[in-house]
């Protein structure tokens, strides 16, 4: 779905307590250099992002927050400050790191319950 505003964003939430904040964190890393993202800072317990951009598109900002509970907040917004309609692209970035933590995260699980 198109989102309308200026800039348009879109944000969601999911939830990991059983993974250390430090292990989403580093874990979330290696995803968005999966997806060709280019990360601007990493904190404790954040993670900037620019996504990428092309012909027509300028590209998004994408920030990814860790609580000390495991529950990870993604914003997404649009870099151009005066584009109002996005194309869903915010929704998509959103959704695609979040489907691609939490299958890395339960591979990360799987190896570790092996182990022990």
Known sequence: MAMFGFPPTAMARARFPEHAPEDIIRVAERVLDDLGWHINSVEEDRISVRTGSGIWIFGDQM???VSQRGTVTVHSRCIWPTQIIDFGRNDQNVERFLERLERRLEQ???RRSQIN
């Open 63 to 65: 920030t990814v927050d």
């Open 108 to 110: 990360l699980a799987r």
